[in-house]
């Protein structure tokens, strides 16, 4: 018989009034089991043991067990204790129970773990907000067909300092092709993002971005307006004119909605990715780049889907094409006598080597410029190295001889400028004494204010 203070409910308290009065004979079986809504068989049990044990018979018998299935005390002060780490602290509750199993092999259901999680008081740095209904594009069939490309603005370093993460992601399948990060959005992130997706999967064959003027011109839409004024011709982009080189169509999105995969993408990785790069003590940009070569896989691993077509859609890149002249800034520049040309404010000079005699002067040559070639020049086919041009020598101004004072003819008069005695005037010219002031003052004007510099004094 159990023994100690024993709690009933306010239904097991009523349940025990009926089977006592049933014992009593106040009610029959029959009476009983339609109150209680059990069986009669069931009725003469419950008798039976209140008889035996009292009112402890109407209490479960595991209610005072713990159950066999529950976590135990110490696995919990285990997770208690990783979760008030450095990084874990940051992680979602989905993305913790990920990093339980795989740096700890604590294997622990999510129900289990948000109310281990939820009973310490703790809250999930991402919580799910109100479902808007909207309706959705279909996905591509093959997987290459489409590339979403964007970035996104955040902390990822846990510094304090925002910095851009470019990236792109499949629309067939979900699978993030590729991740750089940059200071901010810029031309070289996406050439990153483009170089690493070609080199793991291949060239897609469209993307769909923004309207981000490093994908078009601001001039575009003015262009093709109706009453565009004549002359506005939209130019090309340092990035359009490469991916057009490759063969990929660029796609620009009127909305963030239109780009919805890679905007929950960014929505994923900023719940993820910091905690990520806290964990493992990652604090710059570079050491962050190395570690996205391969966190790609881990994401695809656990969010890609399979495409509705089995057929790939990313081409391999031809062997004849150097990706490192596509990707990177072109311009045209033309070549003086000397193969020197000027760039971004600097002189630079074709290094000498086969085929570069044959240069013409004045020759309309494109500037390569990136980190991985530094400045090439390209003619027709050929490429060339280049090197700064050396300086041209600063011109030395000799000082000119000074002017030695001549003594006058004996047989002259004082004034050098004095005209002979009863000569005429020409018509116009000033009475002889004027004349005189005018060259007096032409000759004789200070260094300082002549016409020209260099220009010396006659006296």
Not at 33 to 62: C, D, T, W, Y
Not at 169 to 188: F, H, M, P, R, W
Not at 237 to 260: D, N
Not at 426 to 450: A, M, V
Request: glycine share 6%; hydrophobic share 35%; with cysteine.
């Amino acid at each position: 018989m159990k023994t100690g203070v024993i709690s009933l409910t306010r239904d097991q308290h009523d349940k025990l009034e009926i089977i006592n009065r049933a014992n009593a004979g106040f009610i029959t079986v029959k009476e009983a089991a339609e109150k209680l809504g059990f069986s009669e068989r069931q009725i003469q049990r419950l008798k039976k043991e209140v008889r035996e044990n009292g009112p402890a018979a109407l209490v479960h018998k595991n209610s005072n067990q713990k159950p066999a299935c529950s976590i135990p005390d110490n696995v919990k002060k285990t997770i208690l204790n990783i979760r008030t780490r450095p990084g874990y602290k940051d992680a979602n509750f989905k993305h913790f129970q990920e990093l339980l199993e795989t740096g700890f092999g604590i294997s622990i259901s999510y129900s289990a773990l948000y109310r281990l999680l939820k009973a310490e008081g703790l809250k999930s740095p991402k919580t799910k907000r109100r479902f808007k209904p909207h309706r959705r594009r279909k996905r591509r069939p093959q997987a290459g067909s489409l590339v979403q490309l964007d970035a996104s603005p955040y902390d990822w370093l846990s510094s304090h300092e925002n910095t851009s993460l470019h990236g792109g992601i499949d629309d067939a399948t979900g699978q993030v092709t590729s991740l750089y990060l940059c200071k901010n959005e810029c031309l070289i992130g996406y050439f990153e993002v483009m170089r690493r997706m070609i080199g793991a999967y291949g060239v897609p064959d469209s993307v769909y971005a923004d309207r981000h003027t490093i994908f078009r011109s601001p001039n575009e839409d003015k262009a093709r307006a109706v009453d565009a004024p004549p002359g506005v011709q939209p130019h090309e982009t340092q990035f359009g004119r490469a991916l057009g080189e490759l063969g990929v169509k660029i796609i620009a999105a009127r909305s963030p909605q239109a780009k919805g995969r890679i905007e929950r993408l960014w929505g994923t990785l900023q719940s993820r990715l910091p905690v990520e790069l806290a964990i493992r003590g990652i604090q710059d940009m570079d050491s962050a780049n190395e570690f996205l070569k391969a966190y790609v896989f881990a994401i695809n691993s656990e969010f890609a889907v399979e495409p509705q077509d089995s057929d790939n859609a990313f081409l391999p890149l031809d062997g004849g094409i150097l990706l490192d002249h596509i990707l990177c800034v072109k311009e045209q520049r033309t070549l003086d006598h000397g193969q020197v040309f000027s760039y971004n404010g600097k002189r630079f000079q074709i290094t000498k080597a086969s085929y570069t005699d044959y240069l013409p002067p004045k020759a309309k040559i494109t500037v390569m410029a990136s980190p991985y070639i530094g400045i090439r020049a390209a003619y027709l086919h050929y490429v060339f190295e280049t090197h700064p041009a050396p300086t041209k020598s600063p011109k030395i101004d000799h000082p000119k001889p000074a002017l030695i004072p001549v003594d006058p003819h004996p047989y002259r008069s004082d004034s050098p400028w004095e005209p002979k005695t009863g000569l005429p005037w020409q018509p116009g010219l000033p009475t002889y004494k004027e004349s005189l002031e005018i060259i007096h003052e032409i000759f004789t004007r200070p260094y300082s204010s002549s016409k020209k510099k260099g220009q010396y004094a006659a006296c």
